[in-house]
């Protein structure tokens, strides 16, 4: 198929894009923003999204970056998932992130795709989106009104819907790095590498000075509309990372996370999924804990 007809604009600079998504806004006719396209384009062409204008902001200087210090990583807005993948610093403060992009459908994909597009997307069958809210990051964006912080726990309100405004226009995504002896993983299942998981997991185990568990946290990929963090410590706190009942916290995700049946899974399947996945992401964020000092060693 082919899109439904769009006005197409490619503005050179920020300020002109957002007096642009303003006053599209006024004059109330619907505009996408096109990032890397990965996620919208196919969206145009099934017209299962038909704006009367599309705003490409690949023209933009100074949204190209990735900033890197002990705090965490700063992504701009067209950053590639191949790039921030392949970033060495941004792996050494928070490996979390190329655990994750290793997992974003296929290389030809991540080597166009932005990482803030995918954030803005807001598909619960993404993997950064649940990084975001696991490390409970935030996206900087900015309208004719001004500049602002938007958290993730903020962020995401739906499948595909975001709080963002219509005329606002995404410019960086901010993942904080986690506590020391913090050791995260992400486990999935999929029909064929690359495609979306039928069921995954983004966890992080945080261990005290004595390498017990002092935390243990999830979210979780495809396996429900709401993206949020689950707290899956009680069973395991104050336990050693090897004596630590990692199935007894599967256990608790899946009484805390709502699966549902579609074509590719059954709730049922889906929730033993989640069970199985969660012990199995824990034990290894939790050796990979055991051996990290955490983020205050890296330089800025």
């Known amino acids: 198929m082919?899109?439904?007809?769009?006005?197409?604009?490619?503005?050179?600079?920020?300020?002109?894009?957002?007096?642009?998504?303003?006053?599209?806004?006024?004059?109330?006719?619907?505009?996408?923003?096109?990032?890397?396209?990965?996620?919208?384009?196919?969206?145009?062409?099934?017209?299962?999204?038909?704006?009367?204008?599309?705003?490409?902001?690949?023209?933009?200087?100074?949204?190209?970056?990735?900033?890197?210090?002990?705090?965490?990583?700063?992504?701009?807005?067209?950053?590639?998932?191949?790039?921030?993948?392949?970033?060495?610093?941004?792996?050494?403060?928070?490996?979390?992130?190329?655990?994750?992009?290793?997992?974003?459908?296929?290389?030809?994909?991540?080597?166009?795709?932005?990482?803030?597009?995918?954030?803005?997307?807001?598909?619960?069958?993404?993997?950064?989106?649940?990084?975001?809210?696991?490390?409970?990051?935030?996206?900087?964006?900015?309208?004719?009104?001004?500049?602002?912080?938007?958290s993730a726990d903020e962020l995401f309100t739906g499948p595909l819907e975001t709080s963002l405004a219509e005329d606002e226009l995404a410019l960086a995504a901010h993942f904080p790095a986690p506590p020391p002896r913090t050791g995260t993983a992400v486990a999935e299942v999929s029909r064929r590498h690359g495609d979306y998981a039928v069921c995954g997991v983004v966890a992080a185990v945080t261990l005290d000075a004595e390498g017990r568990v002092s935390a243990a946290r999830a979210t979780y990929v495809s396996a429900g509309d709401v993206l949020a963090p689950v707290d899956l410590g009680e069973p395991v706190l104050g336990t050693t990372a090897a004596a630590a009942d990692w199935a007894a916290a599967g256990e608790v995700a899946r009484g805390s996370v709502h699966t549902e049946d579609d074509l590719h899974a059954t709730a049922a399947y889906r929730s033993r999924l989640v069970g199985v996945l969660t012990e199995r992401a824990l034990r290894v964020a939790a050796g990979r804990a055991g051996t990290s000092p955490g983020p205050a060693w890296v330089a800025a």
Request: charged share 25%; glycine share 8%; with cysteine.
């Open 2 to 150: 082919k899109p439904a007809p769009f006005t197409y604009h490619r503005p050179t600079d920020v300020d002109a894009a957002v007096r642009l998504l303003a006053e599209l806004r006024r004059r109330g006719e619907p505009a996408k923003v096109l990032a890397g396209g990965q996620s919208l384009v196919p969206l145009l062409s099934m017209r299962l999204a038909a704006p009367e204008h599309v705003v490409d902001v690949g023209a933009l200087p100074g949204l190209d970056d990735v900033t890197v210090t002990s705090d965490g990583v700063r992504v701009g807005a067209l950053v590639r998932h191949r790039g921030l993948e392949r970033d060495e610093r941004a792996h050494a403060v928070l490996p979390l992130l190329r655990q994750a992009l290793e997992h974003v459908a296929h290389p030809t994909i991540r080597n166009r795709g932005t990482v803030v597009g995918s954030l803005c997307h807001a598909d619960p069958s993404a993997e950064l989106p649940a990084v975001l809210v696991l490390l409970n990051g935030s996206l900087t964006v900015r309208s004719e009104r001004g500049e602002r912080t938007v």
